[in-house]
């Protein structure tokens, strides 16, 4: 297993910087997720880790090691694409094995390491297949079993699901998360999709415009981001614009409908005036004494729908009820929604960054 330390690191593009100063520090064995919209570094990132790209400044370390000036052949990567990258000629064994040829591995072992190779990601049966005679999944395992069979200190993984349709995406992250957990291999793996990352990561690092936003594992950031940034892109939030009011000494949010709360033990000292508030659908519902609406529209999604309301305030509030607690919203319905105050963020309405030092009791 391996570290990888980045530290201080800066990519330009002629005079436009894609990353000014990037430090992260990835653990032995572990499942490490660049995660942001497009754009924002993640994948000129994990090609500097790889040595596909130059670096203006900083260090990329493997335990401990400065690899900056070795060439990605040198680095013992396994790198897992977005297009496959398999050879159309050859059969799956055979592009599962070509690392291991140009490593001068022999025949015996290199025959051995190939059948486990496939084996662990089910493609076994199908050795002898050539690529056009593959799905799209089928094709991204043979591409992962090539990235594990030479044994790489690292495994870099770019987008390697968004060409596969949505059930075939959840089998592969599937498979991937499991190949990874029993070969202990760091990984480092880039996606846009949230819901990805959620899924496969140990941890995540939210990218945006290069900055890193917050590191942490996916229940960290999902119930606690750092920002309002993190807050939107890291699932679903409404974000509501209130007012800490000080009242007898005590941090007061005003919520409207005569519905106030007692923030003080949950915000930082000091932390006053305007602020916006994350609110997570599942931290709403309907019940009694709680905000006025008014519902907008209800999309049935099978399980649960989505629901949409407006506030008096005129802000719109999405939450969910299950399929089995409802027979539908009629628009135009009034409705009293309460929230769940344990659940719900609050930021700095300038800075937007949090303002919480823990949860709302």
């Known amino acids: 297993m391996t570290t990888i330390s980045l530290n201080a690191l800066r990519k330009e593009y002629g005079d436009q910087v894609a990353i000014p100063n990037l430090n992260i520090d990835i653990r032995d064995g572990e499942f490490f997720t660049l995660l942001g919209p497009s754009g924002c570094g993640k994948t000129t990132l994990l090609r500097m880790i790889a040595g596909f790209n130059s670096i203006e400044s900083g260090t990329i370390s493997f335990d401990d090691v400065v690899v900056n000036d070795r060439s990605p052949s040198a680095r013992n990567i396994g790198m897992v694409f977005q297009n496959y990258a398999l050879f159309p000629q050859m059969s799956a064994a055979k592009n599962v094995a070509f690392g291991l040829q140009t490593r001068s591995v022999d025949k015996p072992e290199r025959a051995q390491r190939v059948n486990e190779a496939l084996a662990a990601v089910h493609m076994d049966h199908l050795k002898d297949r050539l690529p056009g005679a593959l799905s799209g999944g089928q094709q991204q395992r043979v591409a992962l079993a090539r990235a594990l069979v030479i044994r790489p ?37 880039v996606t846009h999709d949230q819901e990805e990352a959620m899924a496969v990561s140990d941890r995540i690092a939210v990218m945006n415009l290069g900055v890193v936003q917050q590191v942490g594992s996916p229940a960290e950031i999902y119930r606690n ?136 009791t």
């Open 225 to 360: 981001p750092a920002n309002t940034f993190v807050a939107q892109f890291i699932g679903k939030t409404n974000l509501l614009t209130r007012n800490i009011l000080i009242q007898n000494g005590a941090s007061m949010i005003d919520f409207g409908d005569g519905v106030s709360k007692d923030v003080t033990s949950a915000i930082n000292a000091g932390a006053k005036g305007e602020v916006r508030i994350s609110v997570r659908p599942e931290a709403v519902r309907i019940a009694e004494g709680g905000l006025s609406a008014e519902i907008i529209d209800e999309t049935f999604l099978g399980s649960h729908s989505q629901v949409r309301a407006r506030l008096a305030s005129g802000e719109t509030v999405e939450f969910l009820e299950f399929s089995h607690r409802s027979s539908g919203r009629d628009r135009g319905e009034k409705v009293s929604l309460a929230l769940d105050f344990s659940m719900l963020t609050l930021f700095d309405a300038e800075t937007g960054e949090s303002i919480m030092r823990g949860a709302i």
């Open 153 to 189: 200190a690292v495994l870099l993984m770019d987008e390697p699901l968004s060409n596969l349709d949505a059930k075939l995406r959840v089998e592969m992250r599937d498979a991937i998360r499991e190949a990874q957990r029993t070969s202990e291999i760091t990984t480092v793996y």
